[in-house]
C-alpha cells in the first residue's frame, strides 16, 4: 500500500489576493513504496494528460502554470476540469457554486466587503460534459486500483497574511502552512506511513531544523540531502511518514500537480469575488490578476473607493 500526496502553492508573489496551499493524495494498494514514486501518468494514460493539446479527449493534470490560458473565456477551462472530476471521483458532489468549492477544500476564504459575492460553477466548462469526465476517470482509477483520498487547500488573505509576517519572512509563512497540511495528512492516514512531495522552497537543501521546529517530539531521520531532492523520515509518536523536497515536483508527481491546480483554481474564484467588488464600485476598472506591475496600476485606480469605504491598504494589498 502506498500513500502518495503532494503539496504545493499559488498566489506566493502578488500584492492582492490570497497565497493559497493545497494538497491532494491517492491510495494505490497495489504499488510497494519500495519501488519509489510511480509515475501515475503512465498508471492512467488512457484519461489523464499533461498538455493542453491534447485534452480533446482526455484531462490535464500538470503544474497551474502550465495549464491557465490566456484565452478570455476559457482560462480556468483546464483548471476547473481537472480538479472537479479528481472531486467527483472521491464522491464529492460538482459544486454549483463557489461556496460550495471552498466547503469541499475546508477552505476558509475569509469575510470583508470583497468576499461577499459567490460565483455559478463551472466557469469555462459544461456540466453535462463534466459527468462524462467525471464518470470516465472514475472508471480508469478503478481500474488501476488508484483513489484519490482527499483534496484540501489553506487561503491567507492581505488581512492574515500581513500580520503572520509581521514576525516571519513570507518563504517561513508558506513554509509553515504547508507543514499544517503535512500534519492533516499524517494524522489522516496514520497507519499507512504516506509519501509526501512537496517542491523545494526556494532552493533551500536542509528543512531538518525547520521540520523540528514543526513538530518538537518528533523523530527526524535525513535520508538525503542533495542537489536534487532533501528527504526526511518522520516519526510522531508512532505515525510515520516520508516528505520529498525535490524542484519541479509539480512537473513530475501527479499529486503536486493536482495541489498546484487545486490552489490555483482557488485563489482564481478569490479574485473574481475580489474584482467584482471594485467594478460594482468602478464599472470601467479593468480587473486585476494582483500581481505587482499591474496590481500598482490597479491601486491607483481604487484609491478613491478604498477612501470612501475607509478600507485600509493592510487589509488587501499585501506587505512583501
Avoid at 38 to 63: E, F, G, Q, S, V
Avoid at 156 to 184: C, E, G, P, W
Wanted: some cysteine; charged content about 25%.
Amino acid at each position: 500500500m502506498l500513500v502518495y500526496a503532494g503539496i504545493d502553492e499559488a498566489g506566493y508573489g502578488p500584492m492582492f489576493g490570497p497565497l493559497c496551499v493545497a494538497s491532494s493524495a491517492f491510495e494505490l494498494p497495489d504499488y510497494n513504496p519500495k519501488d519509489g514514486a510511480p509515475d501515475m501518468w503512465a498508471l492512467l494514460n488512457t484519461i489523464l494528460c499533461k498538455k493542453r493539446r491534447d485534452a480533446k479527449h482526455k484531462i490535464a493534470i500538470n503544474d497551474s502554470k502550465q495549464l491557465k490560458s490566456n484565452a478570455k473565456n476559457k482560462s480556468l477551462t483546464h483548471l476547473e476540469r481537472g480538479v472537479f472530476t479528481f472531486m467527483s471521483s472521491m464522491g464529492l458532489a460538482q459544486p454549483k457554486t463557489d461556496v460550495d468549492f471552498f466547503k469541499a477544500l475546508q477552505c476558509d476564504i475569509g469575510e470583508s466587503s470583497w468576499t461577499q459575492s459567490s460565483t455559478l460553477l463551472p466557469v469555462g466548462n459544461d456540466t453535462k460534459l463534466l459527468q462524462i469526465d467525471a464518470a470516465q476517470l472514475q472508471r480508469v482509477l478503478c481500474e488501476a486500483n488508484i483513489q484519490c483520498k482527499h483534496l484540501a487547500c489553506t487561503a491567507i488573505d492581505a488581512k492574515l497574511y500581513n500580520k503572520r509576517t509581521t514576525h516571519a519572512s513570507k518563504a517561513a509563512l508558506n513554509f509553515s502552512i504547508a507543514m499544517q497540511h503535512v500534519d492533516q495528512l499524517i494524522r489522516k492516514f496514520p497507519n499507512e506511513h504516506p509519501r509526501i512531495i512537496i517542491d523545494r522552497h526556494g532552493g533551500k537543501v536542509k528543512y531538518r531544523s525547520d521540520l523540528q521546529l514543526s513538530w518538537p517530539e518528533a523523530k527526524i531521520q535525513v535520508l538525503i540531502e542533495d542537489q536534487l531532492m532533501s528527504r526526511y523520515r518522520l516519526n510522531i509518536d508512532g505515525m510515520k511518514a516520508t516528505i520529498t523536497f525535490a524542484s519541479k515536483s509539480d512537473e513530475k508527481h501527479l499529486p503536486v500537480a493536482l495541489a498546484s491546480m487545486v490552489a490555483k483554481y482557488s485563489r482564481e474564484l478569490y479574485m473574481l469575488r475580489f474584482n467584482r467588488f471594485f467594478q460594482s464600485e468602478l464599472p470601467e476598472l479593468k480587473p486585476t490578476a494582483g500581481y505587482v506591475q499591474d496590481g500598482r496600476r490597479f491601486l491607483k485606480e481604487i484609491e478613491p473607493i478604498l477612501v470612501e469605504k475607509g478600507i485600509k491598504h493592510e487589509l488587501i494589498v499585501r506587505s512583501s
